[in-house]
Nanobody, 120 residues
Framework: VQLQASGGGLVQAGGSLRLSCAAS????????MGWFRQAPGKEREFVAA??????YYADSVKGRFTISRDNAKNTVYLQMNSLKPEDTAVYYC????????????????WGQGTQVTVSS
């Protein structure tokens, strides 16, 4: 399975972006899919995840970001609204988590990352 993330870019604070993560193979709906991000000099951190219809969010993005999944298209989306400069990072999609979907080490597959830059 390969994951291809897209949709990043440069946006002003308060703006929106939608990230997409397309899987080349089938990842069953019962497995967790997630988004993580990594800013320069910082560790990769959890952003959002979805597993069996349940969604999970980091406190820092709750109410602003929405994760969704289209199993027929093998694609996961991250709708990001009310973006802030502190959201600037490389965003990675991940898949294949069985449990502990907020943890980096539970994911089997990783995409290449897409840069999100939010200007103030």
């Amino acid at each position: 399975v390969q994951l291809q993330a897209s949709g990043g870019g440069l946006v002003q604070a308060g703006g929106s972006l939608r990230l997409s993560c397309a899987a080349s193979g089938r990842i069953f709906g019962s497995y967790g899919m997630g988004w993580f991000r990594q800013a320069p000099g910082k560790e990769r951190e959890f952003v959002a995840a979805i597993k069996s219809g349940t969604t999970y969010y980091a406190d820092s993005v709750k109410g602003r970001f929405t994760i969704s999944r289209d199993n027929a298209k093998n694609t996961v989306y991250l709708q990001m609204n009310s973006l802030k400069p502190e959201d600037t990072a490389v965003y990675y999609c991940a898949g294949g988590s069985i449990m502990g979907v907020t943890r980096v080490d539970t994911y089997v597959y990783w995409g290449q990352g897409t840069q999100v830059t939010v200007s103030s």
